[in-house]
């Protein structure tokens, strides 16, 4: 079975610092990855995806991640934080048999220093 | 387009009652998954459907149960509630299943068990 360990469940950086959100999954197969937010009182947005093409995958406001099969890794990455990045991050993964299951991490609450 | 909306969003309910909560997905989507997220145990997949047809099913209780209509609306129940039920139910909608398509999730029904 699939698993998602997100490293830090509380990430704090100041603002225009470099966003880092660890993210470990355990797969049998090939897995698709996620990345999602959330905000308080909403419910989650796709950040980005990984399916099996490009490793390094782009997503939006400016969040990319980079699919490392050796380390069994997909860490969230974004150059510089601003005050509104504020939120949980979700990583989560599945397999194309599973339908739209995902299996998703705990979680990490980003905070941004200004 | 109007996006996922999730009916009731708040609502308080006492031990061993019952509570059917309701989703209605983005125009075209077939496919509805339906997740708990709470503090404790974080997010977990509860069922999808697809096509009126429960494709998977997560690790809970019988007393949890759902169904799709003809429209593609889903419905959830909960019989029996304990405690523990407390949770905010998300559903997310998707126009396929299995294809790691992206999901799109409502804003979720907040369920609290006094």
């Known amino acids: 079975a699939q698993s998602v360990t997100q490293l830090g469940s509380h990430v704090s950086v100041s603002e225009g610092a470099l966003v880092l959100l660890r993210c470990n999954y355990s797969?049998?197969?090939?897995?698709?990855l996620f990345w999602y937010v959330q905000y308080p009182n909403q419910g989650l947005q796709l950040l980005l995806k990984?399916?099996?093409?490009?490793?390094l995958v782009k997503g939006i406001n400016g969040f990319e991640a980079e699919f490392k099969k050796s380390e069994t890794s997909f860490h969230l990455t974004k150059p510089s934080a601003h005050m509104s990045d504020a939120a949980e991050y979700f990583c989560?993964?599945?397999?194309?048999?599973?339908?739209?299951?995902?299996?998703f991490g705990a979680g990490t609450i980003l905070r941004v220093k200004s | 387009k109007a996006g996922v909306t999730q009916t009731p969003r708040y609502l308080i309910k006492t031990r061993g009652q019952q509570v059917t909560l309701s989703c209605s997905p983005i125009?075209?989507?077939?496919?509805v998954s339906w997740y708990q997220q709470t503090p404790g145990q974080g997010l977990q997949f509860l069922f999808e459907?697809?096509?009126?047809?429960?494709?998977n099913k997560g690790n809970f209780p019988g007393r949890f149960s759902g169904r799709q209509f003809s429209n593609s609306r889903s419905e959830m129940n909960v019989s029996t509630l304990e405690l523990g039920d407390s949770a905010l139910y998300l559903c997310?909608?998707?126009?396929?299943?299995?294809?790691?398509?992206?999901?799109?999730f409502g804003e979720g029904s907040r369920l609290t068990v006094l």
């Open positions: 997310a909608s998707s126009p396929m299943t299995g294809t790691t398509g992206e999901l799109f």
């Open positions: 797969s049998s197969v090939p897995p698709y």
């Open positions: 990984y399916t099996s093409a490009a490793t």
């Open positions: 989560a993964v599945s397999l194309a048999l599973d339908g739209n299951k995902l299996v």
């Open positions: 125009s075209g989507h077939r496919s």
């Open positions: 459907y697809f096509s009126e047809t429960q494709r």
